[in-house]
């Protein structure tokens, strides 16, 4: 349950907690770790299977007659629609199977009115969130399989609004794009509206035409070895859907999801994905213009996850939340105000010449500060990434640069400040900072505590793990500072000039990389470099 194996039997300890885990304790009144004992059923006729579920579904009744709004993790309106789905399902397969007794069928009724009651009066989200979807499902799912109850029809006309408003708020049309700033949560919005499509009576066409929409986009998320970039709550290694990595290979260049607050770069084992979006305060982190890098056969820059609350050091939580455990950068050591700032989408334009990709933002969140940043991400895959940060300000500031190094590398700092990426299969990479001992300090972190910097979270309910990360430092006005991620075990300098920066790849001649905005658009150019 929730990454722990637990064995679970009639009486239940409904507040069963063997970790210290809030992850945990939620997993287990949602009862979707039930799932399996249906698909046996639904699909061996394993009535064997159905009687387990049951039997629990019917303890739970049992042990809440009543919605305790102080049991939060029990009587949560998601928690509430999972259950209130499996409760129906139980009841109608039963039913079927002629296994059902009158006693159950009661219990099992009384529980579900009591569900629906609880979704019905509870209201949405005042921003909306995924949540709002399952209280939606939960009712329509009542509403249609259950007519027989006197409020169905209410319960159901009222879940199917609740769904397509919610949906409408949580998905952008324009891109298919679910704007809770979080990768995984695309494959969470995809099924919900599949979910919807089997329980409305009478869908709109449109819902059917934006699945698609959202389908075609997931797999931009998705990485060359077939997992989601850990972009905002997204674990490491969430296995992309076959759906995805069905229409991943197709994907070429930059991706149509910019005003969502994405904007990816895919080639054949190369993969950049950049974020700068708030939309709403569900599942954000201070993740302004952070990116992810994927380069052969390896995660090379990776953000750090989201830690699960009640696991790992003090402040962990927090720590994963904060611009620290992203590749930021930051003025002053302050992590991004994270207090309703819902600016949209901050990635401005995007384009592409001669080989590299260049992609534009700037940060809003820095505002308060009275510092204007925008960053320019100038990308050749396999061969380099340049960041050009270009600051402005009317007083001093202390700047920080965070490149958070993917956990299965290894990094080294030199005397010229110079960090060196290697792996065991012989991957190799670099990390450089124009102005490196000349202004700039360059520090390598793991594991490091007070403030934490250096972790990541892995997947499933475990405690913070330590990664190396890449702390460049400056002090000025306004600046420009250039970081360059070079693919290889020779260091791929760049410097910034007006309009772009100059390239220096071993072996070859330097490259002046022009960028001219005009509105959205980037045009990029490349050619010699002058001495």
């Not at 000349?438 to 910097?453: E, K, N, T, Y």
């Amino acid at each position: 349950m929730a990454g722990v194996p637990t064995q679970v039997s009639p009486p239940v300890d409904w507040s069963y907690d063997p970790i210290g885990s809030s992850v945990y304790r939620r997993a287990l009144p949602d009862l979707l770790w039930l799932d399996p004992l249906f698909y046996a059923f639904a699909n061996g006729h394993d009535v064997g299977a159905l009687n387990q579920a049951k039997a629990i579904l019917l303890d739970f009744a049992s042990t809440h007659r009543h919605v305790d709004h102080h049991d939060k993790d029990a009587w949560e309106r998601k928690r509430a629609g999972d259950r209130l789905i499996r409760i129906v399902y139980t009841l109608r397969a039963s039913t079927c199977a002629g296994t059902l007794g009158r006693y159950q069928a009661k219990q099992l009724l009384t529980s579900a009115r009591l569900h629906a009651r609880f979704l019905a009066a509870t209201p949405n989200s005042p921003l909306r969130s995924n949540h709002d979807l399952f209280q939606a499902l939960g009712l329509m799912a009542i509403g249609r399989y259950l007519p027989f109850l006197g409020s169905a029809r209410t319960w159901y006309r009222d879940g199917d609004r609740r769904f397509r408003s919610g949906i409408a708020a949580l998905v952008d049309e324009r891109t298919g794009v679910h704007l809770e700033h979080t990768a995984s949560y695309q494959a969470v919005s995809i099924e919900r509206v599949e979910s919807y499509l089997g329980l409305a009576t009478n869908p709109p066409k449109k819902m059917a035409r934006l699945l698609v929409k959202m389908k075609a986009v997931a797999s931009w998320f998705t990485m060359p070895d077939g997992t989601f970039a850990p972009l905002g709550d997204t674990p490491f290694t969430y296995p992309a859907p076959g759906y995805a990595l069905a229409g991943s290979p197709q994907d070429r260049g930059l991706s149509p999801t910019r005003v969502s607050g994405f904007e990816m770069v895919k080639e054949p084992g190369s993969y950049l994905a950049t974020t700068a979006g708030y939309h709403r305060p569900s599942h954000k982190q201070a993740d302004e213009l952070s990116f992810d890098l994927y380069e052969a056969g390896h995660r090379v820059v990776m953000d750090s996850g989201r830690d699960d609350p009640g696991r790992g050091p003090p402040g962990a939580k927090q720590y994963t939340l904060s611009s620290r455990a992203h590749s930021t950068l930051t003025v002053d050591g302050k992590s991004f105000p994270l207090d309703g700032d819902f600016y949209g989408s901050a990635l401005d334009a995007k384009g592409e010449g001669h080989g590299w990709f260049a992609i534009e933002g700037h940060n809003p969140l820095l505002a308060p500060q009275h510092v204007k940043h925008h960053r320019l991400f100038l990308y050749k895959p396999g061969v380099a990434l340049v960041i050009v940060d270009d600051l402005q300000s009317k007083q001093p500031h202390g700047y920080q640069r965070y490149v958070q190094i993917a956990p299965d590398l290894k990094a080294s700092l030199n005397a010229n400040g110079l960090v060196s990426l290697s792996s065991k299969d012989g991957f190799a990479g670099t990390v450089w900072s124009a102005g490196a001992t000349r202004g700039v300090s360059v520090r390598l972190l793991r594991g490091r505590a007070h403030p934490l910097r250096g972790w990541y979270a892995p997947p499933g309910i475990s405690r913070l793990r330590p990664r190396y990360a890449v702390e460049l430092r400056s002090h000025s006005r306004s600046a420009k500072l250039v970081t360059t991620v070079g693919i290889g075990p020779r260091p791929v300098r760049a410097r910034p000039v007006p309009g772009g920066a100059i390239v220096k790849v071993p072996g070859q001649a330097g490259l002046r990389i022009h960028v001219a905005r005009h509105g959205d658009r980037l045009h990029v150019a490349a050619g010699p470099a002058a001495d």
